[in-house]
């Protein structure tokens, strides 16, 4: 099979960029904003935390963003291997095609997302040092079914056609086994 690269859409990061710093000037407005009595919450205490937990929260993301959009290296490669994905914010995870046993379509949030279901999802948790990723991972294999997962969010491709790449993909891979 001849390797397929989609690329990171400089687009779409932009546009999330934009939105993380907007929602990071509402956490500082919120942050630095007087109560109003005629406020729906008049506790100050309340309206500060939410603005710091949304500088925090979209300003992690703004970094994040930020750094993807210096990234020249595809956001996924599918190749005789398997894929390597490199859409999240902990670096490039390489999975097998060996270990894929299907792929399942999520909705989280209203964000589409694409599970890949892995034989032995303990051994993808553990090959990361950091202990906030695999709590993440951890978490999503829980809630999921599979700590791996695969958003079109910044990637060159809609979701239903990374979808359907994926699936024949693997597919063809199994029927050449």
Known sequence: MAPIQIKLSKGKLLSFSLLALIFVALGIWLFLK??????????????????????????????????????????????DEGLTINTNGVGSD??????????????????????????????????????????AMTANYNLYGSPISITANSLQINFNALNTLLVDKLEEVKKMA
């Open 94 to 135: 390489k999975v097998l095609w060996s270990d894929i046993t299907g792929f399942k379509e999520l909705t989280v949030s209203g964000q589409k997302l694409l599970t890949v279901v892995v034989k032995n999802p303990d051994d993808y948790i553990n090959k990361h040092r950091n202990p906030l990723v695999k709590k």
């Open 34 to 79: 007087p109560v109003d009595s005629n406020q729906l919450i008049t506790n100050p205490y309340i309206i500060k935390a939410v603005g710091i937990l949304s500088i925090a929260v979209f300003g992690f993301m703004g970094i994040f963003i930020i750094r993807k959009m210096g990234d020249n290296s595809p956001g996924l490669l599918i190749n």
